[in-house]
C-alpha cells in the first residue's frame, strides 16, 4: 500500500473515531486509485499554484504549501508522476448531529529525497435521516443548513435496510495525493 493510500486509511479511521462510540448500524468504503504522469506547465509563486497537463491535454491546478520551495523553482517541462487515492466511506448510526468538517494535510519529501509533496483533504458530512422507503430503496437525509436530499441506494450499501428516521448518516470524503518530480527531471530544474 503506498504512502497516500495508507494516509488515507489513516485519515478514515480518525474521522470516524469520534462517531465509533456511537451505536453503528451500517458502513463501507470505496477507493479509487490512478497513476498519472505530467508535465509542469507554469508555477505562479504569488498564488503559489502549479499548473500542470497530463498528456490526455487536461490541465491541473495544484495550490502548493508555502514550504514547497523546491517546486516553486521546478522549471515549465519538468515531468512529474501524480498519485491519487480517493476515498468514499459512510456510517450510518442512532442519533447524532448534522454538520461538517474538513481539514487538509501537506508533507513535503525529507531533504535529499526526490522532491515530492503529499496532500489529504478530508470532508465529513453528517446528515439527520428525515425519510426512509424500503420499497424503492431511497432516504431523504437533510444536513446542517436544513437542505433536503433524497437519495437511491442499491446493493452495494450493506446494512442500510437498518436505517431509521432519526438516524444520522455520516458521508467521508478523502482525496490524497502524491506528486513527485521524475529522477531525471532533478538536475535540470536546478
Known amino acids: 500500500m ?5 494516509a488515507a486509511a489513516v485519515a478514515l479511521m480518525i474521522v ?3 462517531i465509533a462510540g456511537a451505536q453503528v448500524k451500517a458502513g463501507g468504503i470505496l477507493t479509487y486509485e490512478s497513476d498519472k504522469l505530467l508535465t509542469l506547465v507554469s508555477v505562479d509563486p504569488i498564488s503559489q499554484t502549479a499548473v ?12 502548493l504549501p508555502t514550504e514547497a520551495q523546491k517546486m516553486q523553482h521546478a522549471k515549465p517541462g519538468a515531468l512529474f508522476r501524480l498519485h491519487s487515492v480517493e476515498s468514499l466511506g459512510f456510517e450510518i448510526e442512532r442519533g447524532g448531529i448534522a ?10 519529501a525529507p531533504p535529499g529525497a526526490t522532491p515530492s509533496i503529499e496532500l489529504v483533504t ?30 437511491t441506494y442499491v446493493g452495494l450499501l450493506q446494512g442500510i435496510g437498518e436505517i431509521a428516521i432519526g438516524d444520522t448518516f455520516n458521508l467521508l470524503h478523502i482525496e490524497a495525493v502524491t506528486l513527485e518530480m521524475m529522477p531525471d527531471q532533478i538536475q535540470t530544474s536546478r
Open 2 to 6: 503506498s504512502r497516500v493510500a495508507t
Open 16 to 18: 470516524f473515531a469520534p
Open 52 to 63: 500542470l497537463r497530463g498528456s490526455d491535454g487536461v490541465s491541473l491546478a495544484l495550490e
Open 99 to 108: 454538520g461538517t468538517f474538513e481539514d487538509r494535510t501537506a508533507a513535503l
Open 122 to 151: 478530508v470532508k465529513r458530512f453528517a446528515f439527520n435521516v428525515q425519510a426512509v422507503d424500503k420499497t424503492r430503496h431511497r432516504i431523504t437525509l437533510r444536513d446542517a443548513q436544513n437542505n433536503v436530499s433524497t437519495l
